[in-house]
């Protein structure tokens, strides 16, 4: 478990459910575990959850990307508060339907 609250601080984190959260401006949070769960309410904060099973949330004009697999090969899936209805400081998982890979509140 991490924690940062400082002005663009960065966190990083790799083992399996590993949680990460960061609430300074700019935020930048990094996760390659399995299942790791990854929150930064800071405004334009970057999270990005690279193994599979990852939750994330961002703050206000932040971005998610988060790592999923479609059978053959591995996909990162990417969204920005404020666009597509991805709100801020909501926790969202990569659901897949018919092999499209959306977010969907964890």
């Given at each position: ?48 959850g ?11 004009d ?29 926790r ?15």
């Open positions: 478990q991490l924690a940062a609250s400082g002005y663009a601080s960065q966190l990083a984190a790799s083992g399996n459910a590993s949680q990460l959260a960061a609430s300074g401006y700019a935020s930048q949070l990094a996760a390659s575990g399995y299942a790791s769960q990854l929150a930064a309410s800071g405004n334009a904060s970057i999270v990005m690279a193994g599979y099973a990852c939750e994330a949330s961002a703050g206000p932040g971005a998610i990307a988060l790592a999923w697999h479609d059978g053959k090969r591995p996909r990162v899936l990417v969204g920005y508060v404020g666009e597509d209805g991805i709100e801020a400081n909501v969202y998982a990569v659901e897949v339907i018919n092999g499209v890979a959306r977010f969907r509140v964890a």
